[in-house]
């Protein structure tokens, strides 16, 4: 890993350049500017917007907020004219000459070729939706699918999609991740008949143990049809590829390892994949999961190189080993860890416990830390207890159940990692439990600390101190 922060001269201008915009990006470009004010900073980015809320919008596509236009953080204009950083929207980098300091791009609106000089460059390429090996799943070269089939990763892909439901009533979900639940209910609350596909024995797979995943009824209760332990082997298409090479798949439905289920479309979220081959064919080593090996000052291999975002690899806190899990929260942190760096600082990101949290119609759902399965992967004595409690004083009305599973190190009782479902209040929970992780604390630190209460928020005793005497009893 490259040991030397920078080769930059202090006698001259630096120069900047940041490859991708959105999160990671424009958080990187953006405190680069505030640690040097003099620098030239430019930001490369393919798409025609460069800084929104990804995040959102599923929300859009659910009528909660009524106008895309919301998710824009900035404009181009504003960061150009009020923050004094050159945004090229619709430009793709092609290729990264580390030797010469340049950066080879694309305008794709008159197709010409475009090359940039740096003394410092982000990479920040983020990651692009998994498309599955599946029979009859037409795309083009961009990975864009049409007439019926979608993706959701960015902007476009959200437009297209809300569109496209006005006239359909019925929609499959392949994969019961993040974005799969999420957007069963955004499609549920449009009044689409929804069924979603999942190949695991649980829905949320990735975040959840099974146990906890069969406590979440919402889904079913809603109206969502969930088939488990069920893939998805071919595209059930009406009409086929036209001869000039154009298609229009008219979705009829998929079938299954069980049997063909009819729908006017279909949404594919079965994981995202690095944007990293730029890295990797400019010999910048790749770690986990294909994304770009970083140390904790988002330094690659190659001097003057950066990458950040869902591009990269972030070290988990807890086994101190590189992590890929790319979710806005870390493509923030590491942008700006990564831009403050660029420009002559020597900060340190502190890592990931992977955490992350959804919510499923009135139900939220929360991860941090280790499960007990990948704590035994990573050499820990792991054991687990699960509580279930309430969200506010017995007698105070709308109280809501919350279950809560900690997992935990036999052998100096660290706390390695939760799991909380809950009505309420799993969000800040959870952010408890990611920070006691930080701080490597104990059972006995959760089952002691000092919580507030206030019968509308908690019970007189807070689930998280319950939770952890639950565990100290398995510990003595």
């Known amino acids: 890993m490259n040991a030397n922060n920078s080769t930059h001269s202090k006698n001259k201008k630096r120069k900047i350049l940041v490859i991708g915009g959105v999160a990671a990006g424009t958080s990187a470009a953006s405190k680069a500017k505030r640690i040097d004010p003099n620098a030239d900073i430019k930001i490369i980015q393919e798409e025609p917007l460069v800084s929104y809320g990804s995040c959102g919008i599923p929300y859009v596509i659910e009528g909660l907020i009524n106008d895309f236009d919301k998710l824009i953080a900035r404009s181009v204009e504003e960061f150009k004219n009020k923050y004094h950083i050159d945004i090229m929207i619709n430009t793709r980098a092609t290729r990264i000459d580390h030797l010469e300091k340049k950066v080879y791009a694309k305008d794709l609106q008159n ?43 960015n902007f476009e892909d959200g437009i297209y999609i809300r569109d496209y439901i006005k006239n359909a009533k019925s929609v499959i979900i392949v994969g019961a991740g993040l974005i799969g639940i999420e957007m069963a209910e955004s499609f549920k609350q449009r009044g689409m008949s929804v069924i979603l596909i999942e190949i695991a024995d649980h829905v949320l797979a990735n975040i959840l143990d099974k146990d906890m995943a069969e406590i979440i009824e919402e889904l079913k209760n809603n109206g969502v049809n969930v088939r488990l332990k069920e893939k998805v082997e071919q595209i059930l298409l009406e009409s086929d590829r036209f001869g000039d090479g154009n298609y229009s798949p008219k979705i009829k439905g998929v079938r299954t390892t069980k049997e063909e289920i009819l729908a006017d479309c279909v949404l594919f979220g079965v994981g995202v994949r690095p944007n990293s081959e730029i890295a990797k064919d400019a010999g910048i080593e790749l770690g986990v999961n294909n994304a770009i090996k970083v140390d904790d000052y988002m330094r690659t291999n190659i001097v003057d190189i950066y990458a950040a975002g869902d591009c990269a690899t972030a070290r988990n806190y807890i086994t101190g080993k590189d992590d890929y899990l790319p979710l806005g929260t870390t493509a923030n942190k590491q942008g700006k860890i990564a831009g403050e760096n660029a420009a002559g600082g020597n900060v340190k990101f502190e890592g990931i416990a992977a955490s992350a949290i959804t919510k499923i119609f009135g139900l939220f759902v929360g991860k941090t830390g280790l499960s007990k399965e990948e704590a035994l992967e990573n050499g820990f004595e792991p054991i687990e207890s699960k509580t279930e409690d309430i969200t506010r004083a017995g007698y105070y009305p709308d109280n809501k159940k919350i279950w809560i599973k900690l997992v935990a190190d036999k052998k100096n009782k660290r706390i390695l990692g939760a799991q909380i479902v809950g009505g309420e209040a799993v969000k800040g929970r959870i952010d408890l439990i990611s920070f006691a992780l930080l701080k490597q604390s104990t059972v006995e630190d959760l089952a002691n600390y000092d919580a507030c209460y206030v019968p509308p928020a908690s019970p007189v005793w807070e689930p998280i101190n319950i939770a952890a005497i639950q565990m100290s009893k398995l510990l003595t």
């Open 111 to 153: 197709k010409k070729e475009v090359v940039f000089d740096y003394d410092s460059l982000v990479i920040a390429t983020g990651a692009r939706a998994v498309i599955p090996k599946i029979k009859e799943l037409y795309y083009d070269k961009g990975n864009s699918m049409k007439g019926g089939l979608f993706l959701l990763r």
